[in-house]
């Protein structure tokens, strides 16, 4: 059976969960349901990774320090990469050789998506302009500085304009999700969601802030 590697890039002050919620959203998919099938990689659509600028463990928020598993200069070719977001991607605004790896990386993929502030680093990679997309709400103004040409979507929890964007941290898990929809069908991402005890948005991107 043919995988989608997913690339999920890490860097210092990463947030935790916008990389651990679509890294267990495809990690645990399977086209068999059941919990017996996530024993083994026998229906697994998705082989996960993480990649990195250097090989020393990254320090996320809270202090946990994770190992990443590739180099960004020796990654295997990446079909879907993920941005994640995090106080760490204000130091990658200012970063051009993870730009240019982005910039080549996305241009290789099939998929590119971000959760939270990654969705700044796409901005200011190029890739963002003339689309709509999203990001945290502590952020919006940010985005649409860095591009103006953005359509800045300040309500919606995921969106996809080619480049799948997605709000705060934990909608990480529901732009997953709706990757996974889109790729294997509605039933395949219900019954991961259900798997993981995961209430599942109905329609996430028409999914309204609360408050906003």
Do not use: K
Not at 66 to 74: I, Q
């Amino acid at each position: 059976m043919d995988t989608t590697a997913v690339g999920i890039l890490l860097f210092d002050g990463v947030e935790v969960l916008d990389f651990a919620g679509p890294y267990e959203v495809f990690s645990r998919t399977r086209l068999t349901p059941g919990v017996e099938s996530r024993r083994t990689e026998d229906s697994a659509p998705f082989h996960v990774f993480t990649i990195a600028t250097g090989s020393d463990p990254v320090t996320a928020t809270g202090g946990l320090r994770v190992l990443p598993d590739f180099e960004t200069h020796a990654a295997p070719h990446i079909d879907l990469l993920v941005v994640p977001g995090g106080f760490g991607t204000r130091a990658l605004l200012q970063d051009a050789d993870v730009l240019t790896w982005i910039r080549q990386t996305a241009a290789d993929a099939h998929r590119v998506a971000s959760v939270c502030t990654g969705a700044l680093v796409l901005a200011r990679a190029g890739l963002l302009a003339g689309r709509r997309a999203t990001t945290h709400w502590g952020a919006l103004a940010l985005l649409a500085e860095l591009d103006p040409t953005i359509r800045v979507e300040a309500n919606l929890r995921v969106v996809d304009d080619g480049i799948v964007t997605s709000a705060g941290v934990s909608a990480g898990i529901d732009m997953a999700l709706a990757i996974v929809e889109t790729m294997h069908g509605r039933a395949i991402a219900d019954e991961t969601a259900r798997y993981m005890d995961y209430l599942r948005q109905d329609r996430p991107e028409l999914t309204l802030r609360s408050g906003a």
